[in-house]
């Protein structure tokens, strides 16, 4: 099995070479990843530029260190170096929750894998303030590897397009849990500051109303669960599309 892994934290992350250490277990390994930290990037792609790339190591394994996003990493990965029947993206610095879906390099990482066809799934581990250790999760990574090819949750096509498994990973885990994307209220905040030579500038900050519901992605990490979650590209409201059609 080839096995693809990215990630947006950049080539040099502990994160990446953790994972593609933990992924050499089941196939080979190529390593595609962008060349400086693009964490928060989303699913953004480059197109008002060329890409460039450099031949690098990470740890034992070749690597291309791309200037793009994480999206572009998988896309370059996929069509010029090697393919891939599996993308693995991570292990993110910070866990990738609820509504960090949206924002998460990540996660679009391995969503641009589904878009191409391709099972994927993207890790993140939960740090809150602590030293992050990469390389204590190894063996849990390879246990939720080993057990999503096993029981055949990378082969479900029942969505109508591979699969998309978000993971997030607590700091000491005590077992596994599926679970849905956490969906709470904010209150955005924009708090103002100003610099040493009194330059006035903004820091966004956001603090969720309600806490995580029981079966969540939140929750299950809260909770010092592995959380796995299914995700799908299609993003209809169902519901409100069979009233509108109504009306
Ligand atoms: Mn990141």
Known sequence: MQILVTND???????????????????????????????AMGHAITIWRPLTWKKARVGSFEAYRVNGTPADCTA?????????????????????????VWHSGTVAAARQAVFFGRPAVAFSLDINGEEQDFAAQKPTVEEVLRMLLE????????????????VNLPRRSTGFRWTHQS??????????????????????SAVP????????????????????????????DEKKLEKNLQK
């Open 209 to 236: 109303l309600t806490g995580p519901d029981e079966g969540s992605d939140r929750w299950a990490v809260d909770n010092g669960l592995v959380s796995l979650t299914p995700l799908r590209i299609e993003l209809t």
């Open 183 to 204: 969906v709470r209220s904010y209150s955005g905040k924009v708090i103002e500051g100003e610099d040493p030579r009194g330059r006035k500038h903004f820091w966004f």
């Open 9 to 39: 934290d950049g080539i040099f992350s502990p994160g990446l070479q953790a994972l593609a250490e933990a992924a050499a277990r089941f196939g080979d390994v190529t390593v595609v990843a962008p060349d400086v930290e693009q964490s």
């Open 151 to 166: 029981n055949g949750a990378l082969q479900d096509s029942s969505s109508g397009h591979p699969p998309l498994i978000n």
């Open 76 to 100: 370059l990965g996929l069509y010029r170096w090697g393919g891939a029947d599996l993308v693995l993206s991570g292990i993110n610095l910070g866990a990738n929750l609820g509504h960090d």
